[in-house]
DNA sequence: GCGATCAGGT
DNA sequence: CACACCTGATCGC
């Protein structure tokens, strides 16, 4: 819930996201993305009152979210008011004064958010300096970086203030799985239901907000199978996601809604009513989309989780994690920020701690101040093999687009019909930062995995540990974020079986089994922390008793039958999000639904390693799972020793390693291999 | 009757 | 957990 007020200081006559009180007299107004609570006053009579008798007054946003915004008659009344500013197309606006006529310019560009459709950040380019207003954002590692309209030439603009969406601003929801790790998972768990007979139906429990569309979309294009939603209008002119979606009730995945949902599903009903198909009953599961986080040291993460005998809960957030928001603002480092939205259980005051360190001002004496270091990061081929399996684990790798110009997208094009692209008209941008690439960049700062900036360190023990050479005190840097990707990379128990856990049980589910699949060196995975509690790790994919008699797989005492289905029959049809999906044979494993006592005791076990306070500074060995973890905030400004034995760097060590770093030599850095 | 706000629900 | 809503009750105009 935004508690921005609508106001940034530097730009005091524009009012974005808020339409009522004081914002009633603002001289332009600016809505980043079509949900309600952004929209607060929008359609009060004072200010309707004030847009009818104004030729003036103008409402700035992308031309996706005024299409949403039109479709609702209650806004008609702005429709002569609202300019759609295309995306990353800097526009030079007239802030003026109706009554004293006082002018003032600004430029104003939208870069994409990756919020819902159409939504956007705002960056005021101005007399007072450059202020970036996010919104509410999901941006994966590395995509700040990826932005041209970020930087100047080669670097990253001088910000002075960013208005941040703090959503999950807080160390315990360090890690939020990616966009593509979270759609894979519901494909898989959809596909593996929907194929057993055409009577298997999925409802899709989303919420009443825009955001969902390119879930649909993706689903529709793998499966072949389109959406079932209440309505289509507010779609109506873009095809892109219009063509995935429909009103036609006897399709096998739904995302219709209706008050009384709850009822719906209590005995294979849905909201739209339907119970059967050609005469037999429906067989439903529902997933309910939920955002799923994981404390910084999660190694594997399910995206999916059974909540009960045909209800799954499905990773999916709308927002930045914590280390993404951490990324972003770091690479950004701004003067100053301020959160849009008061954390969850703390105080801004806790935020700004956390996010104080992120930024320029962070500095007690204003040193001579060097520019962020941080470069515009270049489209760099990678090449990816068959056999790459890590990618599926690193966001920044699979979930990072690089900033290629429109025209390198255009000429992208003909080989890649759009999936979760708007291309309809002038809604171009509605979905585009939901596409991910196969490619990514090179890092051309130096990959310091034996540094990072701790945002939990506190001003005091920076100062007092003058002797020891802080990397951050020469340049913009945070590493954590990496340091963790390569924790998160190291093979785990599911990578060398070949396949990836994208589904768990539950704890508390009592009929639920875990079955452990897949090979030998597969056995149970049970996380070493997670904040809730459904995040034990399972490696199988648990279908209902519904679902063994539809197979009539029951076979006796058969404990697993394994339905294995070879995700590599993708057929991507373009590049960019199926790519990281084709590449991973992943397995699906469906288990028949049988009792287990040591179902349970694993899931007990996964609750009580649990540890919930994720910390800032980090422990310097490497934990390994199910071993306790050690949380520290000593020797914080050294994360990641690459083998568990590793020794924190003594200064002169480190010394050496910034001046290799300055200088451009490579650090080479090693995953373990084993 | 309408809107704003709050509580309570999903 | 929390989101982004929705509904219903209450209050003020």
Request: glycine fraction near 6%.
């Given at each position: ?198 009577n298997?139906v ?62 719906c599903f209590r005995w294979n009903r849905l909201?739209?009513?339907m119970t059967c198909?050609?005469?037999?009953p429906v067989h439903l ?25 045909s ?235 519904q ?128």
């Amino acid at each position: 819930m935004s508690r921005f007020g609508g106001r940034v200081h530097e730009y005091p006559a524009v009012s974005i996201d808020r339409f009522d009180h004081d914002n009633l007299l603002a001289r332009a107004y600016f809505l980043s993305h079509c949900h309600k609570d952004h929209m607060k006053g929008l359609r009060a009579p004072a200010l309707r009152r004030r847009v009818e008798s104004s030729l003036k007054v103008k409402l700035y946003c992308s031309p996706v979210t005024k299409e949403l915004l039109l479709t609702n008659w209650k806004y008609k009344f702005w429709e002569n008011h609202i300019v759609a500013l295309e995306v990353e197309t800097p526009t030079q606006i007239s802030l003026v004064d109706e009554t004293t006529g006082e002018k003032e310019d600004v430029e104003v560009t939208l870069l994409p958010a990756g919020h819902c459709p159409g939504s956007v950040m705002f960056l005021f380019e101005g007399e007072n300096g450059t202020v970036l207003y996010t919104g509410d954002f999901r941006l994966a590692k590395g995509e700040a970086a990826r932005m041209e309209l970020l930087h100047s030439g080669t670097r990253v603009k001088d910000i002075q203030s960013v208005y941040l969406d703090t959503t999950f601003c807080d160390p315990k929801f360090y890690h939020i799985p990616s966009r593509e790790e979270c759609l894979k998972g519901i494909l898989e768990l959809v596909r593996s239901w929907i194929s057993l007979t055409r009577n298997h139906v999925v409802w899709l429990n989303c919420k009443a907000a825009y955001g969902y569309e390119y879930l649909f979309i993706n689903l529709s294009e793998e499966l072949g199978v389109k959406v079932h939603m209440n309505k289509l209008d507010m779609f109506r002119n873009m095809p892109e996601i219009l063509y995935h979606i429909t009103t036609d009730q006897h399709t096998q995945i739904h995302a219709c809604r209706n008050p009384r949902d709850d009822d719906c599903f209590r005995w294979n009903r849905l909201p739209c009513g339907m119970t059967c198909q050609n005469g037999t009953p429906v067989h439903l599961i529902v997933i309910k989309p939920s955002t799923m986080w994981f404390g910084e040291r999660i190694k594997k993460t399910n995206v999916i989780v059974r909540t009960g005998e045909s209800t799954y809960r499905a990773c999916f957030s709308f927002h930045s994690s914590y280390s993404e928001i951490k990324d972003f603002l770091s690479y950004i480092q701004p003067v100053n920020v301020y959160p849009n939205v008061p954390p969850v259980g703390g105080t801004e005051e806790k935020v700004m701690q956390l996010l104080k360190p992120l930024c320029r001002s962070y500095r007690r004496n204003p040193e001579p101040r060097y520019k962020p270091l941080g470069t515009l990061k270049r489209a760099c081929k990678r090449d990816l093999s068959d056999t790459d399996e890590d990618d599926l684990f690193d966001s920044e790798l699979t979930a990072a687009r690089p900033k290629i110009s429109k025209q390198q997208r255009e000429e992208s094009r003909p080989s890649s019909p759009a999936r979760s692209e708007n291309t309809g008209g002038n809604n171009d941008e509605s979905t585009e930062s939901y596409r991910t690439t196969a490619t990514y960049t090179s890092l051309k700062e130096p990959d310091a995995t034996s540094t990072s900036n701790f945002s939990g360190v506190t001003s005091n023990q920076q100062e007092s540990s003058s002797d020891v050479p802080r990397w951050d005190t020469f340049f913009k840097c945070d590493r954590l974020e990496e340091t963790s990707d390569i924790e998160d990379n190291f093979p785990s128990s599911a990578d060398a079986g070949g396949s990836q856990s994208l589904f768990s049980d539950s704890d508390g589910v009592s009929d639920s089994t875990h079955i452990s699949s897949q090979n030998s060196s597969q056995s149970t995975h049970i996380s070493e922390q997670g904040s809730q509690g459904w995040d034990s790790q399972m490696d199988t994919v648990l279908i209902t008793t519904q679902e063994r008699n539809a197979l009539d797989m029951s076979r006796g005492g058969s404990r697993t039958v394994a339905v294995s289905q070879d995700t590599t029959k993708y057929t991507p049809l373009d590049n960019s999000l199926c790519k990281p999906l084709s590449q991973n044979r992943s397995c699906v494993h469906v288990a028949c639904d049988l009792k287990s006592k040591d179902t349970e005791k694993d899931a007990d076990a996964s609750t009580t390693c649990v540890g919930d306070g994720v910390v800032e500074g980090s422990d310097n060995s490497r934990t390994t799972d199910l071993e306790p973890r050690r949380d520290s905030q000593s020797s914080s400004d050294f994360e990641i020793p690459l083998t568990p034995d590793a020794e924190v760097p003594q200064p002169e060590k480190l010394r050496c390693l910034y001046k290799k770093l300055a200088a451009g030599e490579n650090i080479v850095c090693e995953k373990r291999v084993s």
